[in-house]
């Protein structure tokens, strides 16, 4: 029996609602995938920068000096900074009687510097007026630089900088005639300050050398002679305990010579990767960051025992470097300079290590090789050209994460 038209009309058009309706679907359906497949392949990229590297190791020791104490208790007033040489005679400290003294001599302290810059200051007969121009404009960005990065213990130095400069160039184009007036006014105020502090009972050096204050130095009572002359087991023994030289009656150190020894003991494993080595560098973490060249004087073992002695000496002495006692050090063994690379961007492709870089829209294999990895970084050489056996070159956009990646793949 045949269909009326108007059935076939209905079941026609329900026919093609079902059909576009299934056309819709699929088309939303694949508009979803193709954007679930877009943000889900997401890559992140790291440029590849120079930098060093370096194979450490931590070493807990003690930092031996060539310290004689400096006799003194009391308020005290240091007259020289953590690290500055001294010689016989040099007045270190004062002993503060009255309240208000210290505030006094600070301000002696600063009535001196003052009176020097402006002394400074006048001397700028026959400079070039381009040259104080130029030497003003660089100690103040200098001044700004300071003062954005927060390098507060050189903020005062710039600022002195910039008004030296300031100060000249006022004299040279005639907007000042002069500060003796100033400095006359400043020198009355600077005599009367140091009238009232006459008389006050001086810490003087007795020998020269490097001076410390007590405050600040964590020397310890271990002396080259006896570290030295310990055994491995000795050594480890004494190291055991707590070193710190007492503060009591002490004013602070002055050391002698111009260097100073580091030693540790730790395991034969350890000790072995010394072998060959003559210098290292060494650095404590918080307290002295720049690492410093050390000379490897000793590596004595103690197979019985499983330990070794190090002894390393550096020929640095500075302010940081005087506030070490028992530290763990970290002593870079091996440095090396180069491009870096997280290391999560390592492929293996074909046998060959690599890593994919982003070049325009597409992903590129590059292959790599490898001068020194850690956990977090890889080092390639600075060499890197298409062809060879390192292709990575400086700013390279490194493909750090990222899935299906493919070489000649887009992005």
């Not at 997401?42 to 450490?56: F, H, L, R």
């Not at 001294?86 to 001599?105: H, N, P």
């Amino acid at each position: 029996m045949q269909r009326d038209p108007a059935e076939r009309r209905r079941v026609g058009k329900n026919m093609a609602i079902a059909l576009i309706t299934a056309i819709l679907i699929f088309a939303v359906l694949y508009v979803a995938v193709q954007l679930y497949a877009i943000l889900h392949h997401t890559y992140k990229t790291e440029t590849a920068i120079q930098a060093t590297m370096s194979d450490s190791i931590k070493l807990t020791g003690a930092a031996v000096f060539d310290a004689t104490p400096v006799s003194g208790s009391g308020d005290l007033g240091y007259l020289v900074e953590n690290g500055e040489r001294v010689t016989v005679g040099t007045v270190i400290a004062e002993c503060y009687t009255a309240e208000g003294q210290d505030l006094e001599r600070e301000a002696l302290t600063n009535l001196d510097r003052e009176i020097s810059l402006l002394n400074k200051s006048q001397n700028s007969s026959g400079s070039d007026l381009s040259v104080l121009t130029t030497q003003t404009r660089s100690a103040l960005y200098n001044l700004l630089d300071q003062l954005d990065r927060g390098a507060y213990g050189s903020i005062r130095t710039a600022e002195e900088d910039f008004l030296l400069a300031q100060n000249r160039l006022q004299i040279s184009t005639g907007q000042s005639t002069g500060f003796e007036s100033t400095i006359a006014q400043l020198q009355s105020e600077r005599d009367a300050i140091a009238a009232q502090l006459d008389g006050l009972q001086n810490l003087v050096a007795e020998k020269n050398g490097y001076f410390v204050a007590a405050d600040t130095a964590h020397l310890t009572t271990l002396d080259q002679e006896t570290a030295d002359n310990a055994s491995v087991s000795d050594l480890s023994s004494m190291l055991g305990q707590d070193l710190t030289a007492s503060t009591d009656n002490t004013a602070g150190w002055i050391v002698s010579g111009f260097s100073w020894r580091f030693y540790a003991t730790c395991d034969l494993d350890t000790a072995a990767r010394f072998d060959g080595l003559s210098t290292v560098k060494i650095s404590v973490p918080g307290k002295q960051d720049d690492p410093l060249s050390a000379t490897v004087l000793s590596v004595t073992e103690d197979e019985e025992a499983g330990l070794a002695k190090i002894v390393l000496e550096c020929g640095t002495i500075n302010s940081e470097v005087l506030t070490l006692g028992q530290e763990t050090a970290q002593i870079d063994l091996h440095t090396y300079s180069g491009i870096r690379i997280d290391s999560k961007a390592l492929h293996i492709v074909d046998g060959n290590n690599g890593v994919y870089v982003k070049v325009g829209n597409l992903q590129r294999f590059r292959k790599i090789t490898i001068l020194y990895q850690n956990e977090d970084y890889i080092l390639v050489p600075e060499d890197g050209a298409l062809g060879t056996d390192n292709e990575v070159r400086l700013y390279d956009e490194v493909i750090v994460e990222g899935t299906n990646l493919q070489d000649g793949k887009l992005m």
